[in-house]
């Protein structure tokens, strides 16, 4: 149960942290992808698969 409380908090928070941030740097342009935006996306990415393997596998 604390694990899905965790889970719930950590979505949420990314909500509520990401949604506005995207909305602001989205321009008026529509579906494209803000080039600043997308060059972080990958990285983020990443560090958040070797951090999940390394709790799932050390954790």
Request: overall charge positive; aromatic content about 12%; hydrophobic content about 65%.
């Amino acid at each position: 149960m604390e694990t899905l409380i965790i889970i719930l908090a950590v979505l949420f928070l990314a909500l509520f942290i990401l949604v506005p941030l995207l909305e602001k740097l989205a321009g008026k342009g529509g579906g494209r992808i803000n080039p600043n935006l997308a060059k972080w996306v990958f990285p983020l990415m990443a560090a958040l698969i070797i951090v999940q393997m390394i709790r799932y596998y050390f954790g």
